[in-house]
Each structure stands twice: as C-alpha cells, then as structure tokens.
C-alpha cells in the first residue's frame, strides 16, 4: 500500500490494480504532458518573434529534432521561456545557437537558471555583429576564486557550479584587454573605428582616461568569463538591476584613471 502511495505521486494510477493499465495510464499522462509542453513554448516563440521578419532559409534538422525533443519535459514557466527565447534567436540568426549549448540548457534546472541571470548581470560583454566573444564579470581588482564576488551573491561554490554545467570557464581569474573600449572623443554618439564600446546592464558604455589625452595602456580586466554555450545563452538573459555592484564597478575604474561614459548608440554593427 505504501508502494502504491508512492507511486501515484509520478502521475495517474486506475482503479485497477492491474500493471499493464497503469503502465498505460503513465504513459499517456507523460505524452499529453510533453504535448502541453512543447504547445506552451511554440506559443511563447510566437509571441517572441511577434512580426518580426526573418530570414527564409531551411532550418538545420539536426538541431531541430534535438531541440523539440528537450523541450517536451521542460514544463517550469521560467525554463520554457528561456527555450522560446532560444528557438526565436535562432530563426533570426541562424546558427546562433550550437547543439552543445542545447545540452547545456537541457541539463540546467531553475535555480542554476537564476544564478546565471545574476552572472549575466553583472557581465560586462565585448561583442562585434557577429556575437560576443568575450562576457565575464569584473572581479574588482581581487580574486573571484578567493570570494572577491561573494557580497554580490557570486562565491566560490556559486562559481564552481555555473562551471559544472558548462556557463563559465575553470579559471576564474582569466583575464582579457580592453584597452580597444577606451574613447578620448568627447562625442560618443559615434566611435571611431579604433575604439569598440562594452555593454553592462544592457547600456553601451566607453572608458574614458580623466585627462583625456592618454589612454592607460593595456588595460585588463580580470574575473570569470562565459564559456562559448555561456555566451550563447546569454543573449536570451534578461538582465536585472545591481546597482550596488555597478557603483562598485564604477568606483574600480576610477582607480585606474577611467570613468564609465555611456555612448549614444544601441547596437553594434
């Protein structure tokens, strides 16, 4: 009795006590679930891409099949949101999105989800039209392995874990120059091509030298970055105010002769 109590917390079970019907039963509960499932996200797509247009090219098959095949089970709102997400990027771009980042996403649960949305945050993205190609959160001036980020929700067990599902990379200490993100005009609204802005909390920004005359020469900034499928990912975050963290950013490139301008413009490329 206390077996089948159990069981019945896995989905219907008859009257019967017999097997083969509530094998049956199980699996007909499962198939309209996945059926509810995969409904609920193409609407979400739908809504996503509302008129946008798009491109008229044969979608790859191969992801495809492993897409709807993931996101049967995936009955969280949230989740679903972020597949929708994932499914409308990659009708408008092509390739936006690799099977291996589908496998990452496949494997993340909801509290990962929302310790990533806080990484995706606080990131500041180096990105061309092609994509990004570097995300990572600025560790201050000290060390993200030594819990540098930790009064700003990101220790060293948080970090360990958006690195087991394959968000970050393992050197929480990397670094990467941006020395290309200083600007000495004062006009932002349009860079000259020597100079390519960063984006933090969804808003392009330049570093600009106090004196205005000399750029600090290269300039890095150190602290965990996105992986590739991290990155990937990222673009369908939506990210969430941190304006404690943003002071702190903005006190840091003081400290290195640079203040935070915001540019004019909304998009690169």
């Known amino acids: 009795m206390e077996t089948r109590k159990r069981i019945k917390n896995y989905g219907p079970v008859g009257q019967s006590d017999n097997l083969d019907n509530h094998v049956f039963e199980r699996i007909q509960f499962q198939e309209q679930k996945r059926l509810a499932n995969t409904k609920s996200v193409i609407y979400k797509v739908t809504q996503e891409l509302g008129d946008k247009e798009v491109p008229d090219q044969e979608p790859d098959h191969d992801w495809t099949a492993r897409f709807f095949s993931s996101v049967q089970d995936v009955s969280s709102e949230e989740m679903q949101i ?64 030594v819990n540098s980020l930790q009064s700003y929700g990101l220790n060293f067990m948080d970090l360990n874990r958006l690195h087991e599902y394959g968000l970050v990379i393992s050197d929480y200490d990397s670094a990467m120059d941006y020395s290309i993100s200083q600007q000495l005009k004062i006009k932002l609204s349009m860079p000259p091509s020597s100079s390519l802005p960063f984006r933090f909390q969804d808003i392009w920004w330049y570093l600009m030298p106090f004196n205005n005359k000399n750029q600090v020469p290269d300039f890095k900034i150190i602290g965990p970055s996105l992986s590739i499928s991290g990155m990937e990912l990222s673009r369908v975050v939506e990210c969430k105010q941190v304006p404690e963290f943003k002071e702190k950013l903005w006190n840091f490139f003081q400290t290195k002769n640079l203040r935070m301008m915001e540019s004019n413009i909304t998009t690169i490329g």
């Not at 972020?82 to 509290?111: C, F, H, Y």
């Not at 310790?115 to 600025?138: A, H």
């Open 82 to 145: 972020l597949w929708a997400k994932i499914l409308a990027g990659q009708v408008e771009r092509p390739d936006s999105t690799s099977l291996r980042t589908l496998s990452v996403l496949q494997e993340m649960d909801r509290n990962t989800a929302e310790l990533f949305k806080k990484f995706c945050s606080m990131c500041i993205y180096m990105e061309t039209r092609d994509g990004v190609y570097d995300g990572r959160v600025c560790s201050l001036g000290k060390k993200a392995g």
